[in-house]
């Protein structure tokens, strides 16, 4: 599903008009101002309960390896974003 789908299946299930469907999921889920990136950038967890939650992972600054010159290079420290999958969801997903 992609982002036009989910606004159409948002319009329908709640019975928005498209323009304010997606006016509710790019609040959520716009890179810049949604909800989620803006709690994300500002160091919080999102925990939808059920469903699951949106956090950031750290990894320190580390040494590797070019695996096609296998020369040591310096890999520099990022943040990453990661979802991990609530009991519910897993569960109505089939999964144990």
């Known amino acids: 599903m992609n982002k036009s789908e989910l606004v159409q299946q948002l319009a ?18 716009s890179v810049e101002n949604g909800i989620i ?5 500002g160091g919080d967890k999102v925990q939808i309960t059920g469903f699951g939650s ?14 096609r010159t296998g020369k040591e290079i310096n890999i520099a420290a990022s943040t990453s974003a990661a979802f991990r999958i609530g009991k519910r969801l897993k569960d109505a997903l089939g999964g144990s």
């Open 54 to 67: 949106f956090e950031t992972k750290k990894r320190e600054a580390r040494k590797g390896r070019n695996p």
């Open 37 to 41: 990136a803006e709690a994300l950038r």
């Open 12 to 29: 329908s299930r709640a019975d928005l008009s498209r323009a304010e469907a997606t006016k509710a999921v790019d609040a959520l889920f």
